[in-house]
């Protein structure tokens, strides 16, 4: 069965860290660019982060710069995505998605083009 499964959310304290994983089932990463976006309540989904199929592009919101880090594990088949130093602004379902095509940036937001599949996302709740 081909599946892209999100997992890692949760509750989590201001300041504080999660892990989220981006994980296939029935076929490989490999062979995509990776893009992890999120919405809040009563927001826009906004992209957050992308990696291309080569992993040599990694793009970032600017909002998450420097505490977010996107990677690509081969062996477990999944794409993570470190977070840490968590706001409450970041409070929102997360969802990664295959592409086919590049990870970019448009107007600052990562950007992947040729999306195939979403998966059914993850809760991450920043808040003390």
């Known amino acids: 069965q081909v599946q892209l499964v999100e997992s890692g959310g949760g509750l989590v304290q201001p300041g504080g860290s999660l892990r989220l994983s981006c994980a296939a089932s029935?076929?490989?990463?490999?062979?995509?660019?990776i893009v992890w976006s999120r919405q809040a309540p009563g927001k826009e989904r906004e992209g957050v982060s992308c990696?291309?199929?080569?992993?040599?592009?990694?793009r970032y919101l600017d909002s998450v710069k420097g505490r977010f880090t996107i990677s690509r594990d081969k062996a477990k088949n999944t794409v993570n995505l470190q977070m840490s130093s968590l706001k409450s602004e970041d409070t929102a379902v997360y969802y990664c998605?295959?592409?086919?095509?590049?990870?970019?940036?448009?107007?600052?937001?990562?950007?992947?083009?040729?999306?195939?599949?979403w998966g059914q996302g993850t809760l991450v709740t920043v808040s003390s």
């Open positions: 990696i291309s199929r080569d992993d040599g592009v990694k």
């Open positions: 998605a295959t592409a086919t095509g590049d990870c970019t940036l448009i107007a600052g937001i990562p950007v992947v083009k040729n999306v195939e599949r």
């Open positions: 029935g076929f490989t990463l490999d062979n995509y660019a």
